[in-house]
């Protein structure tokens, strides 16, 4: 990861704000991380359509998980331990989760990668409107 870097830095500067300025209801919700990490993608792929779709999947959950962390660290370093600790089962329950279990994004985005990679029939990492076509219809 450290090669992209510098996009990583850039998605992180530019979802910061939106981030911060999440109601707890927002943080608490599934579909808002979900729906940042699709923002994430399309970021990127305006700062650098020279990556491949993949490419761009693991930067994004990468991105996301950054921004989740520093999401928590920003909502509990006021905090005792016991308050982290009913935020951890309560509020922040999900960002928890998310932080913890980055599994959950990739998940989305392994199953992604793998329909890309069966359809990439030459292997350069992209997928062309021929290898699409082919791959739906191979006859």
């Known amino acids: 990861m450290k090669k992209y870097e510098d996009i990583i830095n ?3 500067d530019n979802f910061t ?5 999440w109601t707890t209801h927002e943080i608490g919700n599934f579909d808002k991380w979900f729906g940042l990490l699709k923002n994430v993608i399309i970021f990127i ?14 930067i994004s959950v990468k991105v996301v998980i950054e921004l989740s962390t520093m999401l928590y660290k920003k909502k509990t370093d ?14 922040l329950k999900v960002l928890c989760i998310i932080m913890e279990n980055p599994d959950i994004l990739k998940t ?3 199953l ?4 890309l990679n069966k359809m990439d029939s030459n292997k350069d990492g992209k997928v062309s409107f021929k290898e699409f076509c082919k791959f739906i219809c191979p006859c």
């Open 10 to 12: 850039k998605c992180i």
């Open 112 to 115: 992604f990668n793998d329909l």
């Open 45 to 58: 792929n305006k700062l650098n359509t020279s990556l491949t779709e993949i490419e761009i999947s693991e």
């Open 108 to 110: 989305g985005t392994s």
């Open 78 to 91: 006021t905090l005792t331990e016991e308050e982290i600790i009913d935020l951890k089962s309560g509020d």
């Open 17 to 21: 704000d939106l981030l911060l300025n």
